[in-house]
Nanobody, 115 residues
Framework: QVHLVESGGGLVQPGGSLRLSCAAS????????MGWYRQAPGKQREWVAS???????SYAGSVEGRFTISRDKAKNTVYLQMNALEPEDTAVYYC?????????WGQGTQVTVSA
């Protein structure tokens, strides 16, 4: 079993920054490919960023250059540094394996970008 817990969300003004964390526990390799996903109100969940076993990273076009995914294998934690936040980034953010596994969706963490 795998347990993923997201944290770090909050309310931030446009242009601000947040760092999300995803703590993994259970039967999961700290090098497992991981992804961040988000779901905005009234929209389907979408992929945001991912990191491979070899720490290569990829980003959705809408966040490229503003978001950075990273990981601390010793802590089995994946991070998402979000800069230059825009109102369109408002969503619940989730982490999951890559590709995602429906068994492991957690509660997510709410990010609200508003003046």
């Amino acid at each position: 079993q795998v347990h993923l817990v997201e944290s770090g969300g909050g309310l931030v003004q446009p242009g601000g920054s947040l760092r999300l964390s995803c703590a993994a526990s259970g039967n999961i390799d700290p090098s497992n490919p991981m992804g961040w996903y988000r779901q905005a109100p009234g929209k389907q969940r979408e992929w945001v960023a991912s990191i491979t076993r070899y720490d290569s990273t990829s980003y959705a076009g809408s966040v490229e250059g503003r978001f950075t995914i990273s990981r601390d294998k010793a802590k089995n934690t994946v991070y998402l540094q979000m800069n230059a936040l825009e109102p369109e980034d408002t969503a619940v953010y989730y982490c999951n394996l890559l590709p995602n596994d429906r068994r492991y969706w957690g509660q997510g963490t709410q990010v609200t970008v508003s003046a």
